[in-house]
């Protein structure tokens, strides 16, 4: 076994410094631009706000163009472990959609700070093309997003607002 010390800590010295290099390069990459960058899809959001309801927060995880005329957003949201039980959360209660009645995220917005025009989610058929949310409970997360109509190929920064949350701004569009 002792033998075998050098090699696995030789070892662990380079998985540490490969990961270290990794999130340096990421950083680096992120601050060439006026906004965060975002990566295609990270275990963790980049940045948190916290909502109009106690417990409640929204995670940016990604905004990028997922074609020439579309932009996709990304979010998490998460209920705090010590949410009071009589604040389950659900479609009606947090109001995301267009109405307190549907139930998507419908309501959240893009903005393109460029012009100052606001950008609904993409439709079809009728229907939000965005990710239903049926309930969120005390001590949990859920993934959401939306498509959007894309802004001009010059405009490289956004705000995205989920109604009951503050905006995330000036935020780089990826691709």
Request: aromatic share 4%; hydrophobic share 40%; proline share 9%.
């Amino acid at each position: 076994m002792r033998h075998h010390l050098p090699v696995i800590a030789a070892t662990l010295l380079l998985a540490i410094a490969g990961t270290l290099a990794f999130q340096h390069s990421s950083l680096a990459g992120a601050s060439n631009d006026d906004g965060p960058a975002l990566v295609r899809d990270p275990k963790h959001p980049i940045a948190w706000v916290q909502g109009a309801e106690r417990g409640m927060r929204l995670g940016l995880i990604a905004v990028r163009r997922s074609g020439p005329k579309v932009v996709t957003v990304k979010l998490r949201l998460a209920a705090a472990q010590n949410v009071s039980p009589g604040l389950i959360y659900d479609d009606h209660d947090l109001a995301l959609g267009n109405d307190p009645y549907t139930d998507d995220v419908g309501g959240m917005r893009l903005l393109d700070e460029t012009s100052g025009r606001e950008l609904s989610p993409m439709h079809d058929g009728g229907e939000c093309i965005c990710s239903p949310v049926s309930s969120i409970t005390p001590g949990t997360m859920i993934d959401l997003y939306a498509k959007f109509p894309a802004p001009p190929r010059d405009v490289r920064r956004v705000a995205v607002h989920l109604p009951g949350f503050p905006s995330f701004d000036g935020v780089r569009i990826d691709g």
